[in-house]
């Protein structure tokens, strides 16, 4: 059974700071997601990562994904406000459509 | 396009009431799939569709039902709507390619009493 595990739950952190989340899944997956998601609303999609050792960078995050332990991480840069949400890892299982979703991380970036 | 859209935005529901939220997408996507998201516990599949009368169960499928009579209309039904089944529902659409990437709609915001 494919799952995927997150953490930390919940970040509390410093404007300016740097930190990581971890995404840690359980079987072979082809990709893996990264998305954000603001209170009250929709998933906005911010990383697709393919293959192992692949790295993404969009303005302060930086995602990359290492297969062989089966771990992607997201790291945040000199954190802002604006960064505040709740982020999740997300899994599809190889050959099949079925995407697992991590339980999400609640990211609280105080100024 | 309008994307993937989803209605109602929100509903109360008594125990026991049946009742279908909509999904639809205007892309051309094969695959739909069906989410409930709760509090502390992420997404979970409740169905999925790879293509119009091709549907079958993901992780958490009692209680609902699903059908796909045509590409853009994927229906999610609660038979008889229960306290366990208040939650926020999503549904998404799947732009198939190298990276296979989800579209989700605004989301559904259910309480059953």
């Known amino acids: 059974e494919l799952k995927v595990e997150q953490n930390p739950l919940f970040l509390s952190m410093q404007e300016g700071k740097n930190y990581t989340i971890y995404c840690n899944y359980s079987t072979t997956s082809d990709r893996l997601y990264w998305y954000r998601q603001d209170p009250g609303k929709s998933l906005e999609s911010l990383f697709v990562?393919?293959?192992?050792?692949a790295v993404k960078q969009e303005g302060r995050l930086m995602a990359s994904l290492d297969t062989k332990a089966r771990l992607s991480t997201l790291h945040i840069t000199a954190a802002v406000h604006d960064l505040s949400a709740t982020y999740f890892c997300?899994?599809?299982?190889?050959?099949?459509?079925?995407?697992?979703f991590g339980t999400g991380t609640r990211l609280k970036v105080l100024a | 396009n309008a994307g993937v859209t989803q209605t109602p935005k929100f509903q109360v529901l008594k125990t026991g009431q049946s009742m279908t939220l909509q999904c639809a997408q205007d892309?051309?996507?094969?695959?739909m799939s069906w989410y409930r998201q709760d509090p502390g516990m992420g997404l979970r599949l409740i169905h999925y569709?790879?293509?119009?009368?091709?549907?079958d169960q993901g992780e958490v499928p009692n209680g609902y039902n699903v059908s796909r009579s045509t590409t853009e209309d994927f229906p999610l039904r609660l038979l008889s709507a229960a306290p366990s089944q208040t939650s926020v529902y999503f549904c998404a659409s799947v732009r198939t390619g190298s990276y296979n990437e989800q579209f989700f709609g605004p989301g559904t915001r259910l309480t059953v009493l």
């Open positions: 990562l393919l293959s192992n050792g």
């Open positions: 997300a899994v599809d299982a190889s050959g099949t459509y079925k995407y697992i």
């Open positions: 569709s790879v293509g119009a009368g091709i549907t």
């Open positions: 892309m051309n996507h094969e695959y």
